[in-house]
């Protein structure tokens, strides 16, 4: 039994070193500035979505702020929602090729990573 324990660290322990050493595998502190690479697969923490919000804002624009003359969104301007909360989402076409848009039910606007692993809203 002991034996079996030992073999289940260390294989905990080899996937939590192959991630941090994947291209891009980096872990940052602060407002979710984690992200890990495992087998080609890439999540992208929640600053990473929002910096990529923000490059694109004239893409994602309409979608995001509808009918809101919002000007591009600044520090705690957007927040990192569930990915749950785009089942019953409309997806909508931007110009933005690292994002997914989608819009929720209240006509409030979503864009998501390429992996649709984290999503953000306008505060």
């Known amino acids: 039994m002991k034996t079996k324990g030992t073999f289940v660290l260390l294989i905990l ?3 939590a ?3 941090l050493a994947a291209p891009g ?3 940052g502190g602060g407002s979710g500035g984690f ?4 087998g080609g697969f890439m999540a992208v923490g929640c600053s990473q979505l929002t910096q990529e919000i923000t490059r694109n804002w004239f893409d994602v624009k309409g979608i995001m702020a509808g009918t809101l003359k919002a000007k591009r969104p600044r520090g705690d301007d957007l927040q990192c929602i569930s990915p749950y909360y785009i089942e019953n989402a409309f997806p909508r076409p931007t110009g933005a090729r690292n994002l997914h848009c989608f819009t929720l039910d209240d006509d409030m606007g979503t864009c998501c990573d390429q992996n ?3 999503c953000a809203i306008l505060n």
């Open 13 to 15: 322990g080899v996937l």
């Open 35 to 38: 992200q890990a690479g495992v």
């Open 25 to 27: 595998g980096t872990i």
């Open 116 to 118: 649709l692993q984290t």
């Open 17 to 19: 070193c192959y991630s």
